[in-house]
């Protein structure tokens, strides 16, 4: 089920006049967009072009969300520039074929984590580091995009050196440049306040009509030159393999952040129309994407948020509209190519710069700043991009939140739960102080999924518990509804646990288990020597057959019911 609020007047129009005219309006504003990005990957301007197309056709047949346009985006262009210049040393050639590699391993990637199924995995990086991420990589772009416009030359990616670069050549900057910018943006502003008016694609004719009338290149203001887009047979960069695996890592950072924020324009549209999505199939397709692009020499390829939410402004019923948008970019290219190329690199710039811009809203970021972590994590993101560069600014916030998402999951926080009232639920007792402990039943239940970093010391805490609780008690009851499968080394840690609990001359029953942990436990050889309860019911009713007396291995109805997750706990 879906919903069409909120899209103006193109939503009396029949669906697929909505995705034409939806498709005719992008088309406008992709193009200058991706020719504008190539120049921030330090590529050639087809590049951003071909990704563009790969990303049309490939997500628009292959993909889940009708708003999505898949095509190249700042912060991959960004990455890219960075990493293929820290490889290259200065060789212009060699950069060329590591950039196509890169794109080429993130389209691998990609598709590999479609084949997996690792569309579950939906926030590789924690969103305050991604936002914090985006505004730092935002004002960084911007800024060398403005040093472009007049001209500066910045010797370094520190935002913080080249800054007072910039200052320093005042005297030189090329006023001409920055006029033809200043009137690029306010032709930007205007048109974006009309709406199916393609902002982008109108500053462009202007800045080639004025750059013929004015001369422009007799001031020092630089055009784009010729985009030579011609089909090449596909082709993989040759390299060693040295830097292929270096490239490997790298992609896997690049991946991170494209899902991110793919996944991210992608989820919020399908919520805000009640929408349904596959992650894997998206997975999928800007795999597919990515590798069609990097095959035909393009640049990385992702679902933007300003590009997909144009579209869905524009009136997008269903994928058509980025097909549709395709079509019309490729009679551009077939019939105007030649005039883009006579483009004033400003109107380039200012046209990134516009598209960035809500970028450096401080809005998006007010809400991490109410909790002193995420409060941290915005912060060091922010000065990681500022101080380190795009490059390692990037690596070290995805480590960052890898790191952090690991300490959660590795944590051996272990709750231990009462009865509330006289009902059937069984909650936290230090945050419910008013339920109270069953007498003689010690009821635990860990905070986090048991893995292979936490297992031992979840359970370990678990004895303790055990053996330190201050009234008596007979029976244990282990509820691992958190824990929706296990690894050899928990096996390893609940069998040891076993043997433990029956030492102390406890009973021990575990609860609510999915099915494919009840499995794996009741082919445990202790599980059935230990005499554990083993059931896929709740808490309240494992403690219930445990009075019943019933101790052994609970393989058939008890294995089959599971208590429902998204129920709530007991």
Excluded at 33 to 46: C, F, R
Excluded at 205 to 231: M, N, S, T
Excluded at 257 to 273: N, P, Q, T, W
Excluded at 461 to 478: D, N, T
Aim: aromatic fraction near 6%; include cysteine.
């Amino acid at each position: 089920m879906s919903t069409d609020r909120g899209q103006g007047p193109a939503t009396a129009l029949p669906t697929r006049a909505r995705d034409l005219l939806a498709g005719l309006s992008i088309a406008g504003l992709l193009l200058p967009e991706a020719v504008a990005y190539s120049s921030i990957a330090a590529l050639p301007p087809q590049a951003g072009v071909i990704a563009l197309f790969a990303g049309l056709l490939c997500y628009g047949l292959l993909g889940s969300s009708r708003f999505a346009i898949v095509s190249a985006t700042s912060s991959s262009a960004a990455v890219l520039a960075a990493a293929t210049l820290s490889l290259s040393d200065g060789d212009g050639q060699l950069r060329l074929g590591l950039a196509f590699a890169l794109v080429l391993l993130t389209g691998a990637f990609f598709v590999l984590a479609g084949v997996f199924r690792l569309g579950g995995v939906t926030a590789f990086i924690a969103k305050p580091v991604l936002r914090g991420f985006a505004f730092g990589l935002a004002l960084t772009i911007i800024l060398k995009q403005f040093a472009t416009v007049v001209g500066v030359h910045l010797s370094t990616g520190n935002l913080v050196r080249f800054l007072p670069q910039l200052l320093e050549q005042w005297p030189h900057w090329n006023w001409a440049g920055a006029a033809v910018a200043a009137a690029a943006l306010l032709v930007l502003a205007i048109c974006s306040r009309i709406p199916y008016v393609p902002g982008g694609l109108v500053a462009v004719v202007i800045g080639i009509v004025a750059g013929r009338w004015l001369d422009l290149p007799a001031h020092g203001v630089a055009l784009i030159g010729v985009i030579e887009l011609k089909l090449e047979v596909p082709s993989l960069p040759d390299l060693p393999f040295a830097d292929w695996m270096r490239l490997g890592e790298l992609a896997f950072a690049l991946v991170m952040i494209l899902y991110a924020e793919s996944y991210g324009s992608i989820s919020s549209l399908a919520l805000k129309h009640g929408d349904r999505v596959s992650s894997n199939r998206d997975l999928l397709a800007l795999g597919v994407s990515n590798l069609v692009s990097g095959l035909f020499h393009g640049m990385p390829a992702g679902a933007g948020y300003s590009a997909s939410s144009a579209n869905e402004a524009a009136g997008a019923g269903s994928r058509l509209a980025g097909l549709t948008a395709a079509a019309v970019m490729l009679l551009i290219v077939l019939t105007v190519l030649p005039y883009i190329a006579l483009t004033p690199e400003p109107v380039l710039a200012a046209i990134v710069m516009y598209a960035l811009g809500h970028g450096l809203s401080l809005q998006p970021l007010g809400r991490y700043f109410i909790w002193r972590r995420d409060r941290l994590l915005v912060i060091c993101a922010v000065a990681a991009v500022l101080v380190l560069g795009v490059l390692d600014g990037l690596l070290l916030s995805v480590g960052v939140s890898i790191l952090l998402m690991l300490r959660q999951m590795s944590s051996a926080q272990i709750q231990i739960l009462g009865q509330l009232g006289s009902g059937h639920d069984f909650v936290d007792l230090s945050r419910h102080p008013q339920a109270r402990q069953v007498p003689g039943v010690l009821i635990l239940r860990p905070g986090e999924a048991l893995f292979f970093a936490n297992a031992e010391r979840i359970l370990g805490g678990a004895l303790h518990l055990i053996r330190h609780v201050e009234a008596p008690i007979h029976s244990i009851i282990l509820s691992l509804e958190e824990s929706p499968n296990l690894d050899g080394t928990s096996i390893e840690a609940l069998d040891e646990f076993f043997r433990q609990v029956s030492q102390e001359g406890k009973h021990l029953a575990l609860a609510r288990l999915k099915h494919d942990v009840n499995q794996a436990l009741v082919a445990l050889p202790s599980s059935r020597q230990y005499q554990v309860l083993l059931s896929g019911t709740s808490v309240d009713d494992t403690l219930q057959e445990g009075r019943r007396g019933g101790r052994e291995p609970a393989t058939g109805e008890h294995a089959d019911h599971q208590a429902p997750g998204s129920g709530p706990r007991r």
